[in-house]
Every structure is written in C-alpha cells, then in structure tokens.
C-alpha cells in the first residue's frame, strides 16, 4: 500500500496539460454493497482491493465471482493508438438534474434521481449514476492518469459505461463543489439533493475508444460496453490529492486483451 502510494504521488506530479452483449447488473446499492474494509463486518461476498480478499483473490472468494479469474472480456485494459473513424453513433443530451452523492466506502458516486438519456449505435440508453476511481483503471497507450471517472448507463438490453479521466492542471470548479460535498459525507452515508450538470463529465473533444469489457471489481460480469474517452479534462494537484485523501487507492490492475476488437471513433 506504501508503494502504491509513492507511485500515485509520482504520478499526480507528473501529469500535465461485433460482440453480442447480455444484460448486465450494475453494481449493487451502497445499503448492501459487498466492499468490505476495516470496521466492517466480512461476508461471504465481501471483497477488497488489498489484502486477503485483495483483486488477486476475487476469483477464489465466491463462485459468482470466478469470471474475474477467468473472463476472456475482463476490464480495463490498455488502449494503444488507432486511426480513428468517422463518429456517428454517440449522441449525448445530458440535462441539469438532481442527485445525491453516496460514500460507498471503496469510491464516491453521484447518483441521478432521475434517468438521463444518451444514444449509442441508434440504443437509448439511461444515466444512472458516476463512480470515481483514482488512480485510473484504463491506461491509454501505457499512460496512467490520477483519475478515472465512469457514468454507467443502462438499457433494457445491457449496460454502457463512459470513462472520461481526469490529470493535474487548472482547477475545476464544478468538482470543487463536488468535493465540498464528498468531505462531509461519511462512509456508506448519503449527501442531500442538489442540482449538478452531468455535462461537466465530458471532455471538450468527444473523440473515444469502444470495446467490449466487463464490471472492473465483483461480480467482474462481463457483456459491458465501454466507452473511454481519450482527451482529458483539468483539475488541480491539490483536488486529486483530496479525493484521494478521501477514499482508497481503488484501480484494478490491466487485464489482457485476449483479441477483442478495439475501435476507435
């Protein structure tokens, strides 16, 4: 955990400016969610980043949980460089709404009151909620960021995640305030309502790598559409460090690639 501490602090210094897919559960609600760290009671379905039941344990913990060990779709993975093709299948339409952020003891999540709609391939899908993930879990051509952000979508027929990261430089505003809040929260804990544009999570170029992948910590189900896009937004050295002063390091390592197609748009 030292080291991994070191390396995140060398990093955050560093930064500057056709698969069928199934119906895939999103995680389980912080009220029974299976992370389980110091001060919280084990379980059979409890799993950690660290430790015993550390990711490389996850397959042997429970047997719903083999596929993280033995998936041939797993996330994340590295994204190389490809010559990008015309874009025309992401249309977004996010409007200001109400949400609540939650303390889920491994990450924070901004979770929307009501569904937001985005279409992807001609599908509809809804915005349901943001989990953050420092440092990022998706790597782009070997690169490691300080954070990853990942807004899940749902549709009658899977489940869609965008990933935008996030590196050191001008201060954000709109994650100021969601800072603000994150500090006040307590773990497994609730914020009140309050008005945030999910159109803040977008880069300014939407420009993205797609490719089929799973959950990245349990159940590791696979049938996940991923969107991850490639041009990063700002925040300040002193914002990442906060989020991270605020929850655990929480990236699962690369996960081989096993010959699946990777487009880029």
Same mark, same amino acid.
């Given at each position: 955990?030292?080291?991994?501490?070191?390396?995140?602090?060398?990093?955050?210094?560093?930064?500057?400016?056709?698969?069928?897919?199934?119906?895939?559960?999103?995680?389980?609600?912080?009220?029974?969610?299976?992370?389980?760290?110091?001060?919280?009671?084990?379980?059979?379905?409890?799993?950690?980043?660290?430790?015993?039941?550390?990711?490389?344990?996850?397959?042997?913990?429970?047997?719903?949980?083999?596929?993280?060990?033995?998936?041939?779709?797993?996330?994340?993975?590295?994204?190389?460089?490809?010559?990008?093709?015309?874009?025309?299948?992401?249309?977004?339409?996010?409007?200001?709404?109400?949400?609540?952020?939650?303390?889920?003891?491994?990450?924070?999540?901004?979770?929307?009151?009501?569904?937001?709609?985005?279409?992807?391939?001609?599908?509809?899908?809804?915005?349901?909620?943001?989990?953050?993930?420092?440092?990022?879990?998706?790597?782009?051509?070997?690169?490691?960021?300080?954070?990853?952000?990942?807004?899940?979508?749902?549709?009658?027929?899977?489940?869609?995640?965008?990933?935008?990261?996030?590196?050191?430089?001008?201060?954000?505003?709109?994650?100021?305030? #969601?800072?603000?809040?994150?500090?006040?929260? %307590?773990? =497994?804990?609730?914020?009140? @309502?309050? +008005?945030?544009?999910?159109? *803040?999570?977008?880069?300014?170029?939407?420009?993205?790598?797609?490719?089929?992948?799973?959950?990245?910590?349990?159940?590791?189900?696979?049938?996940?559409?991923?969107?991850? #896009?490639?041009?990063?937004?700002?925040?300040? %050295?002193? =914002?990442?460090?906060?989020? @991270?002063? +605020?929850?655990?390091?929480? *990236?699962?390592?690369?996960?081989?690639?096993?010959?699946?197609?990777?487009?880029?748009?």
């Amino acid at each position: 955990m030292i080291l991994r501490n070191f390396l995140l602090i060398i990093l955050i210094s560093g930064c500057t400016s056709s698969h069928k897919t199934e119906t895939v559960p999103i995680p389980v609600p912080k009220d029974v969610d299976n992370y389980t760290s110091e001060g919280v009671p084990d379980n059979p379905w409890a799993w950690d980043y660290d430790g015993l039941r550390g990711f490389m344990n996850w397959p042997s913990l429970n047997p719903a949980y083999e596929i993280c060990g033995n998936g041939r779709r797993q996330s994340p993975i590295n994204l190389t460089w490809l010559k990008p093709s015309p874009n025309n299948r992401l249309r977004v339409s996010y409007q200001p709404t109400d949400v609540i952020i939650n303390n889920k003891g491994f990450t924070f999540s901004i979770d929307f009151t009501r569904p937001l709609p985005l279409y992807f391939n001609n599908r509809e899908f809804q915005l349901e909620s943001v989990e953050f993930h420092s440092p990022s879990e998706h790597q782009i051509s070997n690169k490691v960021f300080p954070i990853e952000v990942q807004m899940y979508h749902r549709s009658p027929n899977g489940l869609l995640i965008l990933s935008s990261f996030l590196e050191a430089g001008q201060k954000s505003s709109w994650f100021e305030t #969601f800072l603000n809040i994150a500090k006040t929260v %307590k773990p =497994q804990k609730s914020s009140q @309502r309050l +008005l945030f544009d999910p159109q *803040n999570l977008l880069p300014s170029k939407l420009n993205y790598y797609q490719y089929s992948g799973s959950l990245t910590y349990p159940p590791c189900s696979e049938g996940v559409e991923w969107i991850v #896009f490639n041009t990063p937004q700002q925040v300040s %050295k002193e =914002q990442i460090l906060i989020l @991270r002063d +605020l929850m655990p390091i929480n *990236n699962r390592p690369i996960q081989p690639i096993h010959g699946r197609e990777i487009k880029n748009y």
